[in-house]
Structures are given as structure tokens and as C-alpha cells.
């Protein structure tokens, strides 16, 4: 006996057939890109471009001395102080020739209205804190792209040649619209005699005020860590605050 075939299947069974294997891909596309490993780490949207400027005059948004440790004898420095303050934590002293030459800070000014500067030192461990407010006309970002090719830098003033070592850390946790993390080492000549001057600092920027807070010390100690978070911190919430 003859059996007859089977019926083929309806036009709109074919179609909806059709429409959950196309659906299946998809869920399939969307897991598999899900799934996929991203090297790195999540972090924050970082500043692109200054779209606002602080009022306030920086003085008045430098921490206060009682926000130092009592051991740090806290002053305000002068504008020519800072001009230096400045020069000792870059590690690059004005007028001195750096290779690679992009390295150089830029040119920068240092009346009242474009940076202030705080230091509270510790002369028992010869280590000094240093909360620098300056106003910035690139974003933090632009910076974080020059210390990636200046890790090492060697600097010729006048007869004294130094190394200067950097080394971007993970970036603090704070509420800024960018921030990042460095350890710097200014020596002699690398695998040369010298003292060692190291520096560990914190930088965040909000609207067009960059906040730099530096433990500085001579004997390559661990860093005061305690005592750098919390000046960078009372920085970073004035300014927010603004």
C-alpha cells in the first residue's frame, strides 16, 4: 500500500519558525559579547575638556593647617615659594633641559589667582606634605597621556644631572571629574651616587582646578598614607564645594 505524504507545513508556522531562529542568534550574538573578557579595570568617565571655571579664589580653598597631622607645621607659601614648590615636585627646576624634551611641565603662572600652595612638614622623618590648587586650562586626561611617555626623564641643570623616575599608581577613589595617582623618584644619574628625593602624590581635577597633594620624603620611607589621603580629601571637598 501507498501512504500518502505528509502535509507540509503551514505558510505561517514557516514564518514563525523563521522568526525564533533569527531571535535565537541574536540572544546568542548578545551572550556570547556579554561573555567576552576586557582587559583592565572598570573606570570612571574622565574629564575631556573644561566646561566650567571655579570662582573662588584658590587661597581660600587651600585645607586649613588644622587639617594637617599635628606633627606637619603647616604655611602658605609665597608666590616665588610655590614657583619652587612646584619645580621640586615635577623634578624638573625651570631653565633645565629634560630628555625626552616634551617632558618639560609647562609654563605656568604663580600669582595668587592661578595656584596656591600649602606645606606642612614633618621634621623628625624629614618628609614634608605639600597641597598644591592651581588652575588648569587642559583636562587632567592630557596630563595622565604625557606621564605615559616621560616614565623616565633625564634632567641636565647646570652641572647637576638627575633621573627622574614616575609611575602612574591606581587612581583615588573621590568625587572629581578625574583623577589619577603617581609615584615619583628625582635621583643622580641612574646606578649613580645621590640622594634620593621620592614622592608620592594625588591629583583630581574639578571644573578648571587641578588639586595635587605630595608626601615627599628623602629616606625612600613608606609614604604617610593616612595623612596624604586625608589633605588630598579636605582639598578635593573645598573645591567640590566651591
Known sequence: MIVPDSPGPRPHSDRRAAVRALGALLVAGLLAGCGSTVAGHPTAARQTAITRRIGVPLADLLPGPDRFPARYAAVVLSPEQARRAAA????????????PAECVPPQRGFDTDRTAVVVGTDDGARATLTVELSRAEEPLAR????????????????????AVVTQLDPPPSVDADDALALHRTVSGPVSG??????????LAQIGDVRINATYLSFDGRAPDGAA???????????????
Not at 228 to 242: I, Q, T
Request: proline share 7%.
Open 228 to 242: 596624604l589621603a586625608g589633605v588630598f580629601g579636605a582639598a578635593v571637598d573645598n573645591v567640590r564645594k566651591s
Open 193 to 202: 651616587p645621590g640622594l634620593t628625593q621620592s614622592m608620592h602624590t594625588e
Open 143 to 162: 596630563l595622565r597621556e604625557q606621564l605615559r611617555g616621560c616614565e623616565l626623564v633625564r634632567v641636565q641643570h647646570g652641572p647637576v644631572a638627575n
Open 88 to 99: 621640586d615636585l615635577a623634578g624638573v627646576p625651570p631653565g633645565a633641559q629634560a630628555d
